[in-house]
């Protein structure tokens, strides 16, 4: 089955212990994305990645760092959490279409990780 | 600035009747608009994709319109379902950035 893989999908964890949130696709797609989700915000982009080793910076990437060495990998780490990163978290992954976004470039998301910071 | 407005916030609707969700946005780089369905706690789910070229897509009951002169987009929902009640989220952006509103809350009662 075609899906976008999150874990873990509940944390709690506390202030300035290091953390990774794991990302994986299963359907060979070039375009990775971490967002984060607030109550009464949008989703706003933390990171994304074209392909393997290239990521560029989304809104909000203070405090937080990805990688990309695997096509299907894109793991999201948080060196030292504070409590304001307490947020919904969602990757996503989709085609990237060289003549612009197309239906194929559909974007699947994950399930979501619920991470707290206390 | 990058900006998108959704509007209403929320809406309440009898299932079985239509309904127009509207999105304004100004955004850079601009090329394409997306319509995402969101039901709580779960990840969104794409319903359209519009390239900023196109003036209307279709999924099912859902249709989506463009215009990207103005800066605008609605989604219609025909004959509203009880599935229907959910988050709907537009997006605008590039081929590498969305910019996502803040959603549109729909309530759909028997």
Request: aromatic share 8%; glycine share 8%; with cysteine.
């Amino acid at each position: 089955e075609a899906q976008v893989t999150q874990n873990p999908r509940y944390l709690i964890t506390v202030t300035g212990k290091k953390l990774t949130v794991t990302c994986s696709q299963n359907m060979n797609h070039e375009y990775m994305s971490w967002y984060r989700q607030d109550p009464g915000l949008g989703l706003r982009q933390i990171y994304y990645s074209m392909n393997v080793e290239v990521t560029d910076k989304g809104d909000v990437p203070e405090g937080y760092k990805v990688s990309r060495k695997e096509k299907r990998n894109f793991p999201l780490i948080l060196e030292s959490p504070s409590p304001n990163q307490t947020s919904l978290y969602f990757c996503a992954s989709s085609l990237l279409s060289s003549g612009g976004p197309s239906p194929g470039d559909e974007q699947f998301f994950g399930p979501g990780t619920r991470l707290t910071v206390l | 600035k990058n900006q998108v407005e959704q509007s209403p916030q929320s809406l309440i609707i009898l299932e079985g009747k239509n309904c127009t969700l509207q999105c304004n946005y100004t955004v850079s780089p601009f090329s394409n608009l997306r319509w995402y369905k969101q039901d709580t706690g779960r990840g969104p789910v794409s319903l359209t994709i519009m390239t900023f070229s196109e003036n209307t897509k279709s999924n099912g009951r859902y249709t989506a319109t463009l215009d990207a002169d103005t800066k605008q987009s609605s989604l219609h929902i025909t004959a509203s379902q009880l599935s229907d009640s959910a988050s709907y989220i537009c997006a605008p952006g590039g081929q590498g950035n969305l910019i996502f509103g803040k959603g549109t809350k729909l309530s759909v009662k028997p």
